[in-house]
């Protein structure tokens, strides 16, 4: 399949600028080349801009850039669609994370169409698991999981869901800040999570390995929403939304070499990396070098590689 490179400078559903030159710091870091050293054709489809809408209040008034959001939304769905559509391995380079959900809902719509099953891994501090009521930040990055789900609480704003996310075919890693109205709806939507205990307790082959066989059995489709927040501060300081206690280096490498030992990704999201927070670039460097274990980068011949 074609690597397609899909820049979204999305940066309306934070409170803190900078998620604007995400794509370009990824590309700087030399995504394009290190995946080409790996064998893959890559195309850059550059960036992608949403076209403006009517202007949306709702009643919460925490809640801002609501029309700058649903726009993104719609144009990122539409993108999504079409390259799954067309069969290439789409990653979407943001951006903060309001932008999964167009990213997530036009995926899940192809799979539909091809009658397949589409599975999420969610790598994150956060569920994003707020709906427009629910929000006491207002930040709209708090809430695309929710709406792919197909949730209550967006009707009448986001774009009316075609085809939602099976709150069964969803594992999210790494969850350490997680609000009280996220806690009760991911219960109730009954979301397999994995907090930080839980990986301190297991390590991460095992909840990896469990998640990675469903898919497999399902026949699945399985799209990666990667936030660079998922890893600890100390190696990814470039983020508005650090949480102490994330990934180690090793954990996330791990992760990505058996995500790509199982042939199963088909789609990718990089987002709510913030260079203008960076030290010299090692946020994008580092983001860029899980990457590359993700498409096959390896040390040596590891058996369980095919
Ligand atoms: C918090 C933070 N739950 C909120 N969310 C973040 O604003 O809704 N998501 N940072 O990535
Ligand atoms: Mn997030
Ligand atoms: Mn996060
Ligand atoms: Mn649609």
Known sequence: NTVVLI?????????????VMGPDALRTAGLQGSLEALGYSVIDRGNVLPEPGPNRVHSNSAVHHLSDTISWTEKLHAVALEEMREGSLPL?????????????????????EAGEEQFVL???????????????????????????????????????????IKPENICM?????????????LQKAGIETYDMRRIDENGVVKPVTEFLSRVKK??????????????????????GTTVPGGATFR?????????????LVTSVDLVELNPFLDV?????????????????????????RA
């Open 7 to 19: 820049g979204a400078p999305v940066q309306t559903g934070t409170n803190i600028q900078g998620c």
């Open 92 to 112: 979407f380079l943001g951006g903060d994370h309001s932008m999964a959900a167009g990213t997530v809902s036009g995926i899940a719509q192809a799979a539909e």
């Open 122 to 164: 969610w790598l994150d501090a956060h569920p994003d698991f707020h709906n427009l009521s629910t929000t006491s930040s207002g930040n709209l990055h708090g809430t695309p999981a929710a709406y792919f789900c197909g949730l209550s609480g967006f009707e009448g704003y986001y774009p009316k869901l075609n085809t939602a």
């Open 173 to 185: 890693m790494g969850l350490r800040s997680v609000d009280n109205p996220e806690r009760s709806a």
């Open 218 to 239: 399902a026949n699945g489709r399985l799209h990666v929403s990667f936030d660079v927040d998922f890893l600890d501060p100390d190696i990814a300081p470039a983020v």
């Open 251 to 263: 954990e996330a490498h791990l992760i990505m070499e058996m995500l790509c030992d199982s042939q």
């Open 280 to 304: 010299r670039g090692r946020t994008a460097t580092l983001m860029t070098d899980l990457v590359s274990s993700l498409f096959g980068k390896q040390v040596l011949d590891h058996p369980n």
